[in-house]
């Protein structure tokens, strides 16, 4: 996958929705509440819960699933 379409898929992440990444080799990671990091110097794609950051390799992703909004 593209880091560009990556990106833009992951864009309406507000911190109040999990993702789940499965990668081409098999693992996969969730990361809930997840909120995109804007673009930093190194051009990486970072993802935050609030507790941590993940790096993620946009090449690697096979696929990835994105929780829908909860209702109010």
């Given at each position: ?22 990668f ?12 995109v990091?804007?673009?930093e110097e ?17 090449d ?13």
């Amino acid at each position: 996958m593209q880091v560009d379409a990556l990106r833009a898929a992951l864009a309406r992440l507000d911190g109040h929705r999990a993702v789940r990444f499965v990668f081409t080799a098999g693992q996969a990671l969730v990361v809930e509440k997840a909120l995109v990091i804007p673009v930093e110097e190194d051009g990486l794609l970072k993802l935050t819960d609030g507790d941590r950051e993940v790096i993620i390799d946009a090449d690697a992703v096979a696929w990835l699933e994105i929780d829908l909004p909860k209702a109010p």
